[in-house]
Every structure is written in C-alpha cells, then in structure tokens.
Nanobody, 119 residues
Framework: VQLQASGGGLVQAGGSLRLSCVASGGTFSSYSMGWFRQAPGKEREFVAAMSWSGSPTYYADSVKGRFTISRDNVKNTGYLQMNSLNPEDTAVYYC?????????????WGQGTLVTVSS
C-alpha cells in the first residue's frame, strides 16, 4: 500500500491543523495506521495509532487530549486532528500502516509533511 501524507504548514501557537493520509494500492480498511513525527535533531517518535477497526486508539502522552486520530475507510484516508499546537509540536509528521491490529511493526510509510508552529 502507498501512503500520501498532506496538510502540514505553518501555524501559530494555539492553532490547529488537520493532517491527512491517503492510502492506495491496498485494502485500507484492513490496515491499522499510525502517526509519527521527527523534530530537527531528534529521533522519530510515536504520536498516535488506530486499529483497522477504528478501536482501540493510542496516543503519546505529549499529545493526549490535544490530538485526535481518525479514519474514513470509504475514502481510504486517515486523519490526525491537531489542536492547541505549541512550538514543541514542530516536526515532520509521517503516517504509517500495518496489516491487522496495532503491533507497532509498520510496513508502509508515507513521505512526511512538515508542521511548523510559531510562538
């Protein structure tokens, strides 16, 4: 399956963005999906994940209560709604997919979309 992430951009602190991840070449509804991010000079870190069925969902502590992961299997698209953004959220965000349940063993990755949060 191929993944195409989009929706990044420049936003002021306190603002919101919604990232999208469009899947093609596979049965999206059978894949769990995740979002990761990598800030400059740092390692890639987990942000959120959602099972193929829509439940359960998982969030990193740093984004819990501010970010929401969702999916539309009809549109073959996953989303990451990001609210109350702060400069520490600045990073390249990647979507990923793995067959079946969430096991944190992602086989497919999108190209990344840059989110910049200004103070």
């Amino acid at each position: 399956v191929q993944l195409q992430a989009s929706g990044g951009g420049l936003v002021q602190a306190g603002g919101s963005l919604r990232l999208s991840c469009v899947a093609s070449g596979g049965t999206f509804s059978s894949y769990s999906m995740g979002w990761f991010r990598q800030a400059p000079g740092k390692e890639r870190e987990f942000v959120a994940a959602m099972s193929w069925s829509g439940s359960p969902t998982y969030y990193a502590d740093s984004v819990k209560g501010r970010f929401t992961i969702s999916r539309d299997n009809v549109k073959n698209t996953g989303y990451l709604q990001m609210n109350s953004l702060n400069p520490e959220d600045t990073a390249v965000y990647y979507c990923a997919a793995e067959k079946g349940i969430v096991r944190d063993v992602y086989d497919y990755w999108g190209q990344g979309t840059l989110v910049t949060v200004s103070s």
